[in-house]
């Protein structure tokens, strides 16, 4: 047995049974700030270039952040390039504020304001490690220690902020984060930033943005949520300070922890487009947003036009965002299984037949056409579909309307195809089956001409008279008949050449577009010896469509013997 795991510590959460984040829901959208050039950029096998960058950075302001951080302009030339870019190009909207990073040390804050210079709106977000692990392992110092390095960061951005804004119109705000919050002990996490909002000067009416990160996930997302609680319950100066969120996403967890986070009482998260970021990522912020508008809740952010969106993504980080990632990969509204196929189907008929004014299809928890997707299908056939997938692909592609009873002899048939071929078959090889199986069936009977017209059968009553020929191979034949309707009529004409041994079950139909012209087409079940079965006809005449769909069928059991 392998007993490496006996190396790692369990993590100890905190005692807080005075939590209440557990009864809360999320009624709004909180304040978003992406970090995608700065800490998703870093993860990047090879970072983005200066173009790239403006480019992700215009569709951040597309999609609608108000806050991007933008770079680390102190730690390299390429870092500094894109922010005096954004600067000098007057590339930032009015509404738009960016967000630059920098350790606490004076000669990198002083070089961060220098890189400022002629920004409108700007968060000076400055950071050191506070764990007890940082602490033994990294610096060999006491919380003292880390609380100095703090406080005299936060003097220095101070007095830095009030010469710049003595000379300019420079809107400058602060953020401070405990890097490696959540492996800090709780009254030392809250110790710090309370000293740090003091020496900002936080008040009620100018806050100071306090982000708590989960620098690396070593926990349950419920433990997260209680220090986030914890210190929002605790911190002397809660009033002057907004509660920010920068959760990774070591454990897998970083959605669900950004959320219980928001409902422990966080005003804001930060994090990436699809979660790009260091180790295994940061919290998905298009993930987050699109669950908000899962629940009616407005995300304050536009991801309408996901396909661009994916696009531009994976070009500019040469990144792969993966088919079953949430809300944007290729297949998360795609069904294979027969048994979603078929409850798709019935949700998208039920929606289209009640006019529900709420989104109601079972396994597809928002509306595709949402996120620009109506032009992709949401079912696709293989060899795990079901009868309803083939129905669905002949009515949303198509037009055609299929009878339920059809369905399993259809989908009988679109499955023996799928495993035939190995893989998953277009909607085109759906239809191709469907036209060589019913609409391409003109032998061994061929209906060659046709008349149908009606008589007074006295009474009030009206006969209908179908008069017609048919080839049987080399012999054609003239047939005609009298009934209460075309199909009435057609049958007693079939059972005068001898085709008696079919009985009417059941008809359907409808008007389906091909091309510029509008056809009916009707679909005829019969039975046959205990059996059933079906046949399809179409014509610009629905009675014709009628007596076509008899003559398929026919031809379709006489074929099959």
Same mark, same amino acid.
């Given at each position: 047995?392998?007993?490496?795991?006996?190396?790692?510590?369990?993590?100890?959460?905190?005692?807080?049974?005075?939590?209440?984040?557990? %009864?809360? $829901?999320?009624?709004?959208?909180?304040?978003?700030?992406?970090?995608?050039?700065?800490?998703?950029?870093?993860?990047?096998?090879?970072?983005?270039?200066?173009? !790239?960058?403006?480019?992700?950075?215009?569709?951040?302001?597309?999609?609608?952040?108000?806050?991007?951080?933008?770079?680390?302009?102190?730690?390299?030339?390429?870092? #500094?390039?894109?922010?005096?870019?954004?600067?000098?190009?007057?590339?930032?909207?009015?509404?738009?504020?960016?967000?630059?990073?920098?350790?606490?040390?004076?000669?990198?804050?002083?070089?961060?304001?220098?890189?400022?210079?002629?920004?409108? *709106?700007?968060?000076?977000?400055?950071?050191?490690?506070?764990?007890?692990? +940082?602490?033994?392992?990294?610096?060999?110092?006491?919380?003292?220690?880390?609380?100095?390095?703090?406080?005299?960061?936060?003097?220095?951005?101070?007095?830095?902020?009030?010469?710049?804004?003595?000379?300019?119109?420079? *809107?400058?705000?602060?953020?401070?984060?405990?890097?490696?919050?959540?492996?800090? %002990?709780?009254?030392?996490?809250?110790?710090?930033?309370?000293?740090?909002?003091?020496?900002?000067?936080?008040?009620?009416?100018?806050?100071?943005?306090?982000?708590?990160?989960?620098?690396?996930?070593?926990?349950?997302?419920?433990?997260?949520?209680?220090?986030?609680?914890?210190?929002?319950?605790?911190?002397?100066?809660?009033?002057?300070?907004?509660?920010?969120?920068?959760?990774?996403?070591?454990?897998? $967890?970083?959605?669900?922890?950004?959320?219980?986070?928001?409902?422990?009482?966080?005003?804001?998260?930060?994090?990436?487009?699809?979660?790009?970021?260091?180790?295994?990522?940061?919290?998905?912020?298009?993930?987050?947003?699109? *669950?908000?508008?899962?629940?009616?809740?407005?995300?304050?952010?536009?991801?309408?036009?996901?396909?661009?969106?994916?696009?531009?993504?994976?070009?500019?980080? +040469?990144?792969?965002?993966?088919?079953?990632?949430? #809300?944007?990969?290729?297949?998360?509204?795609?069904?294979?299984?027969?048994?979603?196929?078929?409850?798709?189907?019935?949700?998208?008929?039920?929606?289209?037949?009640?006019?529900?004014? #709420?989104?109601?299809?079972?396994?597809?928890?928002?509306?595709?056409?949402?996120?620009?997707?109506?032009?992709?299908?949401?079912?696709?056939?293989?060899? !795990?579909?079901?009868?309803?997938?083939?129905?669905?692909?002949?009515?949303?592609?198509?037009?055609?309307?299929?009878?339920?009873?059809?369905?399993?002899?259809?989908?009988?048939?679109?499955?023996?195809?799928?495993?035939?071929?190995?893989?998953?078959?277009?909607?085109?090889?759906?239809?191709?089956?469907?036209?060589?199986?019913?609409?391409?069936?003109?032998?061994? #009977?061929?209906?060659?001409?046709?008349?149908?017209? %009606?008589?007074?059968?006295?009474?009030?009553?009206?006969?209908?008279?179908?008069?017609?020929?048919?080839?049987?191979?080399?012999? $054609?034949?003239?047939?005609?008949?009298?009934?209460?309707?075309?199909?009435?009529?057609?049958?007693?004409?079939?059972?005068?050449?001898?085709?008696?041994?079919?009985?009417?079950?059941?008809?359907?139909?409808?008007?389906?577009?091909?091309?510029?012209?509008?056809?009916?087409?009707?679909?005829?079940?019969?039975?046959?010896?205990?059996?059933?079965?079906?046949?399809?006809?179409?014509?610009?005449?629905?009675?014709?469509?009628?007596?076509?769909?008899?003559?398929?069928?026919?031809?379709?059991?006489?074929?099959?013997?």
């Amino acid at each position: 047995m392998n007993l490496g795991y006996k190396k790692y510590k369990p993590f100890q959460p905190i005692s807080f049974p005075e939590r209440t984040w557990p %009864e809360k $829901t999320i009624t709004k959208a909180p304040v978003w700030c992406s970090v995608d050039l700065r800490d998703g950029n870093q993860a990047l096998v090879n970072p983005m270039n200066l173009e !790239q960058k403006l480019e992700f950075f215009q569709m951040l302001c597309d999609i609608g952040f108000k806050e991007i951080e933008v770079g680390f302009p102190s730690a390299s030339e390429t870092e #500094y390039e894109i922010l005096r870019a954004l600067i000098d190009q007057d590339r930032i909207p009015e509404d738009v504020t960016i967000q630059v990073l920098v350790q606490a040390r004076e000669h990198l804050i002083r070089k961060t304001f220098e890189a400022i210079e002629g920004a409108k *709106n700007v968060i000076v977000h400055f950071y050191n490690s506070t764990s007890t692990l +940082q602490r033994k392992v990294v610096f060999n110092t006491d919380m003292q220690g880390v609380i100095d390095i703090a406080v005299e960061g936060a003097r220095l951005i101070r007095k830095l902020t009030e010469e710049i804004t003595a000379s300019s119109d420079i *809107n400058i705000r602060y953020e401070y984060s405990p890097e490696s919050f959540s492996g800090t %002990e709780m009254e030392n996490a809250v110790l710090i930033c309370d000293r740090v909002l003091e020496e900002l000067g936080a008040t009620p009416e100018n806050p100071v943005i306090i982000n708590l990160p989960n620098t690396v996930e070593m926990s349950t997302p419920n433990t997260y949520a209680d220090q986030i609680e914890y210190c929002c319950r605790n911190m002397k100066h809660r009033d002057a300070a907004i509660i920010s969120l920068h959760p990774h996403n070591d454990r897998g $967890t970083a959605t669900a922890a950004t959320e219980l986070g928001v409902m422990a009482g966080a005003d804001r998260v930060e994090g990436t487009l699809f979660g790009n970021g260091e180790r295994t990522g940061n919290s998905d912020i298009m993930n987050l947003a699109m *669950n908000l508008y899962s629940q009616g809740v407005d995300p304050e952010l536009d991801f309408s036009h996901m396909n661009h969106i994916r696009e531009v993504y994976e070009r500019c980080t +040469q990144l792969k965002v993966h088919p079953r990632h949430p #809300y944007a990969g290729q297949l998360v509204f795609t069904a294979f299984s027969g048994s979603h196929q078929d409850a798709i189907n019935k949700g998208v008929n039920f929606m289209q037949r009640e006019k529900s004014p #709420y989104w109601e299809v079972p396994y597809l928890p928002i509306d595709p056409a949402d996120l620009g997707r109506q032009y992709e299908p949401i079912i696709r056939i293989n060899s !795990q579909s079901g009868k309803g997938g083939a129905a669905f692909i002949m009515h949303q592609n198509f037009g055609y309307i299929l009878p339920k009873a059809m369905h399993p002899e259809f989908g009988k048939m679109v499955k023996k195809a799928c495993d035939q071929a190995g893989r998953e078959i277009s909607p085109q090889e759906v239809f191709d089956i469907f036209q060589k199986e019913y609409l391409d069936v003109k032998a061994p #009977y061929e209906l060659l001409s046709y008349k149908i017209f %009606e008589e007074d059968g006295g009474q009030g009553q009206v006969i209908v008279d179908f008069e017609g020929s048919i080839r049987h191979g080399d012999d $054609t034949r003239a047939v005609s008949g009298k009934g209460n309707g075309p199909i009435d009529a057609f049958f007693n004409a079939l059972h005068n050449i001898g085709l008696d041994h079919y009985d009417f079950v059941s008809y359907s139909e409808h008007a389906v577009s091909t091309g510029a012209d509008s056809k009916a087409v009707s679909y005829i079940q019969l039975k046959h010896e205990g059996g059933t079965l079906f046949g399809v006809g179409v014509d610009s005449n629905i009675s014709i469509a009628s007596v076509k769909g008899i003559l398929c069928a026919i031809n379709r059991n006489l074929s099959a013997t």
